[in-house]
């Protein structure tokens, strides 16, 4: 009986042996990723590079799906699906939600550093508004400290000492970012998607835009545009968001791999833009592209108008935004 025992017990241990050697290893932990901008754009370049691509390189406990960007999800529903969970993360701006995030209007005008930002407690504030309005955490807000937005257009800006330039009957192609300030300079503000912009240009149907350092002749846009105005303003707001429910059902060795990541990227990202930047420059001055670099009272008055109008709007939708005049002094200094 004893023998019997023995043997049985003996095959037992190697039967199951074999069962674990066939059993594979633990998946990652998956997370679905879109984006607002197409894959060529220098963000999502840098994304991929610093963050999508060295997470699914290390093949821990986490891994990145990248779905794509707005021809997968249109970037006016990305938020919404993030919030009820149709997606696990989103690399967006912060003004590309602010219809579904009142709060998120309010980065886009900062001119505090994000490492001031943390240090006052700001950007604490910034993660329990998302977490509420948005069911969403931040992993990174990709700051950009060399990353600023110029306005383009087709034509000679005419100048102006009360609002720096002046757009009066022009259509300029905007954001929820740069509405504000437009309309403060006289123009017709028409919102439309970047994969859009190109045709608008060549049927005239804007004679401007708005957009970040970079990126513009990756659309061919230099071929319309003739005029950059300088200084340049804000800083971008491009946000990397992950739903509060995905978050919480991940293990910590996910958690702890992916936030490592995330501020390894806002680390790397800065330089890869400012390179691309650059290089996107020497296509533009190819091209023909003239700078208008204001100065004076012509120049306070540009850079007063742009913040001065965003934050007047912003101040609109005060009593929708927990603590917001707290919020405003955490990422805005009207003295700067």
Excluded at 116 to 126: D, K, L, S, T
Excluded at 290 to 310: P, Q, S, W
Aim: hydrophobic share 45%.
């Amino acid at each position: 009986m004893i023998r019997k025992t023995i043997i049985t017990t003996a095959i037992a241990s190697v039967m199951g042996g074999f069962v674990a050697l066939s059993l594979p290893a633990q998946a990652a932990q998956e997370l679905k990723t879109i984006a607002c901008f197409p894959r060529n754009h220098d963000y999502v370049q840098a994304l991929h590079t610093a963050f999508v691509g060295p997470i699914n390189a290390a093949k821990g406990s986490a891994s990145i799906k990248y779905l794509g960007g707005p021809e997968v999800t249109p970037r006016k529903q990305q938020a919404n699906a993030l919030k009820r969970g149709l997606v696990d993360v989103i690399f967006c701006p912060a003004a590309y939600y602010g219809g579904a995030l009142a709060a998120a209007r309010l980065p886009g005008a900062h001119n505090r550093g994000i490492d001031e930002i943390r240090a006052n407690g700001g950007y604490e504030m910034m993660q329990k508004a998302w977490g509420k309005g948005l069911n969403a955490r931040i992993l990174a807000w990709t700051h950009f400290k060399g990353q600023k937005f110029f306005v383009y257009t087709k034509f000679k800006p005419k100048l102006s000492e009360k609002t720096g330039i002046d757009l009066t009957g022009i259509k300029i192609r905007g954001t929820g970012l740069y509405k504000a300030f437009m309309k403060a300079m006289g123009a017709t503000v028409i919102v439309i998607s970047p994969g859009d912009v190109y045709s608008a240009l060549e049927r005239g149907l804007v004679q401007g835009v708005a957009w970040p350092w970079g990126s513009m002749a990756k659309y061919g846009w230099e071929k319309f545009l003739k005029y950059r105005i300088e200084p340049a303003f804000y800083g971008a707001t491009m946000t990397l968001l992950v739903n509060s429910n995905k978050w919480a059902s991940l293990s910590k060795a996910s958690k702890m791999q992916i936030e490592k990541q995330a501020l390894a990227y806002e680390a790397a990202a800065d330089a890869i833009i400012i390179k691309k930047g650059h290089e996107d420059d020497a296509k533009l001055l190819k091209a023909g592209i003239k700078v208008v670099n204001l100065k004076g009272k012509v120049r306070d008055a540009y850079i007063k108008t742009i913040y001065g109008a965003k934050w007047a709007e912003n101040d609109s939708h005060a009593k929708k935004i927990a603590n917001y005049q707290l919020l405003k002094s955490k990422l805005y200094d009207p003295n700067k």
